[in-house]
Every structure is written in structure tokens, then in C-alpha cells.
């Protein structure tokens, strides 16, 4: 891939935060990682104090110079991903600590010329030095437990105790001399009884995906409050306000002693072909590890440390796995190695003292809030789908019956259509033939010992049965009863009604019969006067 380097920029703006700074540079598509950058002192993202420090820094995110030229770099400052660029020769040493002589600018194999023999002295010297400082701290740790000289007399027995304990639990400080000389019991220590063996889950991410974690020291509460693109504009600011360069968040988790990770990646679009692609992750984690980015970082996002999300090799498992850790018993981390349940995607790990046991525990916790969130969406999914299942069922129920109906209103038409278009026609021989066919029908219908009688038949043993089938069937529900009991109730209370209606009005009946049966006498008497 080619880069283009463009002219010296300077710019003032302010921070998100308050911050000022003030770049100058000769960059093109990265020149914002190797530009000049001059901040002032001002609160971080989180209202923390500016930088305070001048950085200068000579070149762009792949070097200063363009194709094929002859590159002089001055100390510190290289780009993002080295100094060098296409077929050029720096003089210089790139970014990440290596030279590469002519070869492209993403070459991290490089071998420093004229320094294996050094480097190899120096890691024989660290190798006799950590052993020795090992065989003196054993030394110390029993002279400590055993046999220490404090006293003279019967209290070193009793300090001899103590260390032991402290020993046992991983922590505090064993005094072995009058002179205050003492050593600190550790987890790590051999002694030390609080610990075990567990299993973590290894990243499933290629180094192509870019992810990088970034642990904080805020709460994500804090971190949502000051908003996702803020954050990244931050982010963005740090490595340089590239135009070319693009910080996206990809989650934001809750870690336990309140903090959270924070997974980013970022994407590099190209000036010549202007395509896009992402940065690798271990590229991206190497950019971020410096110690001028470290701070910023620190300062404007609260970061304590940066991982790559990249998966591990075989090779880097097994150096890992090969020997035990620090205070682990050997025959126990193989048993461990044994017990794996998925050593393709899950690694063995110690757990050593009560804060690391506290950490994994807090993990769990949080793992499993997020576990019954997501069991509980998935129940709102499920119930959603039944509520649509139920009404998909009823719709076509629906449209079922519509269909039965429109079948028969077709079927009518058609008969009438056929009445219509047969009318003053003769009978045809296939009309013949179909009545002939439903005659025999009718007939065998009809036949006393086929059809008829064993319908007769059936419909005798289900009217025998059919007491049974009642009896068996009147069993009610306590609310069906009451249900029938307030009817029968307000039926009475209606027939009572009917009653006293009925009786007054025979009592009218009555009296008009009585003035009816008066009513002739009294004619009568007039008459005779």
C-alpha cells in the first residue's frame, strides 16, 4: 500500500476537556502520529490535570519522507508503525525498536545487525541474576519460618509461629533478624495455602479485527455518562486528529472494584486507493504501550492497562502452560492441564489469595447478570413469537373458513351456471350414467341390512349409553355452581314477583266480580220503583 505525505499543518483548537494543543508537523495520510505536538495544561477527560510535557516528534505515521528516498530521523521520531516507508534506508530506529533495512515499513522481524551477541550476554546475565536473586529469597524465607534471630530465647518460637501463619495466608512481613531485616509473604510464595486452580476463556479474535481493551478506572455509569462519541473523539485527539483515522468503540463492560473495559479498534483509510481496512490489533496495542500515549490515555480516559483481544497460538499456550506459575505445586497445575474440559478454547489459570478468588467471583457475578439478561430477552422473544404464533394460527383459521365459504358460493354458481346453460337441452348419455350411478347409491342406502341398519345400530347403543355419558359428564366447577345458583336465585326472586303480581290482580279480579254481581240488584230496585 502506498502513502502520500502532504505539507507542514499547524492548528489551535481547543480540547473536549478544556485542552489546547497546537500541532505542527509534515504528515500526509499519518502525519498526526509524528507531528509536533505542544499541549497545555488542562483537565482530562474526566477533569484531571492537561500533560504538561512538550512533545516534539519528527515524521508521520509511516516516516517523514516519501518513496524511495534516503530517511535521516532524529531520536524519537518515528512514526506510528516505524520510520521507514517503501524501499526506503533510515539511519534511525523505528517506533517499535527495530530497524529494517530496505524492507517495507510493516517488517517487524527485523534483526538489529550487530547486537545478537550483545543481547544474548545480557539475557545470560538477567537469567544468573534471577536465579540468584531466587535462591537468596528462599534462603531468607527459612531462615524466616525456621530459625530466626530476634530475641535469644523462647519469643523467636513464637515469631517463628507467626511467620509461619503469615506465610500460610499470603501476606504480612516475616522479621528473621534484630536488624529489622525481614522478607513479604506473597500469594505468589510456595508456602502459602489460599489458592487453586481454575479455567478462563481464551479471545477468539484474529489480529485482522484490531480489538484492543482498554481498562479504566471509571464505572461504565461514568463512562456512558461522558458518551461513547466523546470518548472516541478523545481517543481520536490522542493519536493525532487524523483525518484518515477513524476510533470506534466496539463495548463498554462493567469490571469489578469499579472499573470498566472499554474495547476499541481503529480504521485507516488509504489516500491512494481509498480503501479501508482495520489496524492490527497488535500494531494498534504497541502504538497505545508507549509511554507519551500511556499518559495521555491515563489522563483523558482514566486507562490502567492496554490488551490486545488476540487469539493465542499454539505456541504461546504451550510456553505458557509448560511450567507451573509461581507457587503452584506442579503436580497439581498438571493435573489441572488434565482436568481441562476444552483446551482448545479455554486455558488453565491460577488463582492465588483471597483478592484474586474475589476478582473471579465478581467476574461470575457480572457474568452472570449479563447471562439472565440476555435468558431474559430471549423469554420476551419466545413470548412474542407464541402472542404471533397464536394469532398467525387464528388468522388462518380465518382465512380457512373464508375459503370453505367462498368454495360453496363457487360451487352454487357453477350449479346454477350448469342449470342455466342445460335449460331446454336433452338429457345427455353422461348425465344418464350419473343418475344410474346416484340411484344405486340411494338404493344401497336404503338397504335394510347394510347402511341404514348399522347406523340404527350405532344410534341405539349411543342413546344406551348416553345416561352414563351425562351422569359422568355433570361435574361442575365450584364458580360454575355459584354461577348457576345466583340464576336460580334471581329466577325465584322473578317467579316470587310473578306471584305477588298474580295475587293482586286476582284480588282486583275479585272485587270487580263482586260490583259486577252488585250491580244487577240495584237495576232491579230502580225497575220495581
Not at 10 to 24: C, D, N, W
Not at 80 to 105: H, Q
Not at 134 to 142: I, K, N
Not at 359 to 374: C, D, F, G, P, T
Amino acid at each position: 500500500m502506498a502513502f502520500s505525505f502532504g505539507s507542514n499543518t499547524s492548528t489551535g483548537s481547543s480540547s473536549l476537556f478544556g485542552a489546547k494543543t497546537t500541532t505542527t508537523g509534515s504528515g500526509g495520510m499519518f502525519s498526526g502520529f509524528g507531528a509536533k505536538t505542544t499541549p497545555a495544561a488542562s483537565g482530562g477527560l474526566f477533569g484531571s490535570s492537561g500533560f504538561g510535557a512538550k512533545t516534539t516528534a519528527s515524521g508521520g505515521l509511516f516516516g517523514s519522507q516519501g518513496f524511495g528516498t534516503k530517511t535521516t530521523t532524529a531520536t524519537g521520531g518515528g512514526g506510528l508503525f516505524g520510520n521507514t516507508v517503501f524501499n526506503s534506508k533510515p539511519a534511525g530506529t523505528s517506533m517499535f525498536g527495530s530497524t529494517n533495512t530496505g524492507g517495507s515499513a510493516f517488517n517487524f522481524g527485523g534483526t538489529k545487525l550487530g547486537m545478537t551477541n550483545t543481547q544474548n550476554q545480557q539475557q545470560q546475565q538477567q537469567q544468573q541474576g534471577g536465579q540468584d536473586t531466587r535462591a537468596m529469597e528462599l534462603l531468607v524465607t527459612a531462615t524466616a519460618l525456621s530459625s530466626p534471630v530476634l530475641f535469644g530465647d523462647a519469643k523467636d518460637q513464637i515469631i517463628i509461629k507467626w511467620n509461619q501463619l503469615q506465610a500460610y495466608w499470603g501476606t504480612g512481613r516475616g522479621f528473621y533478624r534484630k536488624d529489622g531485616a525481614h522478607i513479604n509473604f506473597t500469594p505468589q510464595s510456595y508456602f502459602c495455602r489460599f489458592k487453586a486452580v481454575g479455567y478462563s476463556l481464551m479471545p477468539t479474535s484474529t489480529d485482522d479485527k484490531g480489538f484492543v481493551a482498554l481498562v479504566c478506572n471509571k464505572k461504565q455509569s461514568e463512562m456512558e455518562a461522558v458518551g461513547i462519541p466523546n470518548l472516541s473523539a478523545a481517543i481520536h485527539k490522542i493519536m493525532g486528529n487524523n483525518s484518515n483515522l477513524q476510533v470506534k468503540i466496539e463495548s463498554l463492560r462493567h469490571l469489578p472494584d469499579g472499573k470498566c473495559e472499554m474495547t476499541i479498534y481503529v480504521t485507516e483509510k488509504s489516500t491512494v486507493t481509498g480503501a479501508t481496512r482495520r489496524v492490527f490489533a497488535s500494531e494498534l496495542h504497541k502504538f497505545l504501550s508507549q509511554p507519551n500515549m500511556k499518559q495521555q490515555l491515563q489522563q483523558q480516559v482514566a486507562m490502567e492497562t492496554c490488551v490486545p483481544r488476540v487469539v493465542m497460538t499454539p505456541e504461546q499456550i504451550n510456553r505458557i502452560l509448560a511450567y507451573p506459575p509461581a507457587g503452584i505445586d506442579p503436580v497439581v497445575w498438571e493435573q489441572a492441564k488434565i482436568d481441562n474440559p476444552d483446551p482448545s478454547t479455554i486455558i488453565t489459570v491460577p488463582m492465588l489469595g483471597f483478592k484474586e478468588l474475589r476478582s473471579r467471583l465478581e467476574h461470575q457475578k457480572i457474568m452472570a447478570k449479563q447471562h439472565q439478561k440476555r435468558l431474559d430477552i430471549m423469554s420476551e422473544g419466545v413470548e412474542k413469537a407464541k402472542h404471533d404464533l397464536t394469532n398467525t394460527q387464528s388468522k388462518i383459521d380465518l382465512h380457512r373458513r373464508k375459503f370453505l365459504e367462498l368454495s360453496h358460493r363457487l360451487l352454487q354458481v357453477v350449479i346454477m351456471q350448469e342449470i342455466v346453460r342445460k335449460s331446454g337441452l336433452a338429457i345427455q348419455p353422461e348425465e344418464e350414467l350419473l343418475k344410474v350411478k346416484l340411484e344405486k347409491f340411494v338404493k344401497e342406502l336404503n338397504t335394510p341390512m347394510r347402511y341404514r341398519g348399522r347406523l340404527n345400530e350405532l344410534l341405539s347403543q349411543t342413546r344406551m349409553h348416553q345416561p352414563a355419558i351425562s351422569s359422568n359428564a355433570a361435574v361442575l366447577d365450584p364458580d360454575s355452581l355459584s354461577e348457576i345458583r345466583k340464576h336460580l336465585k334471581s329466577q325465584q326472586e322473578g317467579l316470587n314477583a310473578l306471584v305477588s303480581v298474580l295475587k293482586s290482580d286476582f284480588n282486583d279480579l275479585k272485587t270487580i266480580e263482586t260490583h259486577l254481581h252488585a250491580e244487577p240488584i240495584h237495576n232491579n230496585y230502580h225497575r220495581t220503583r
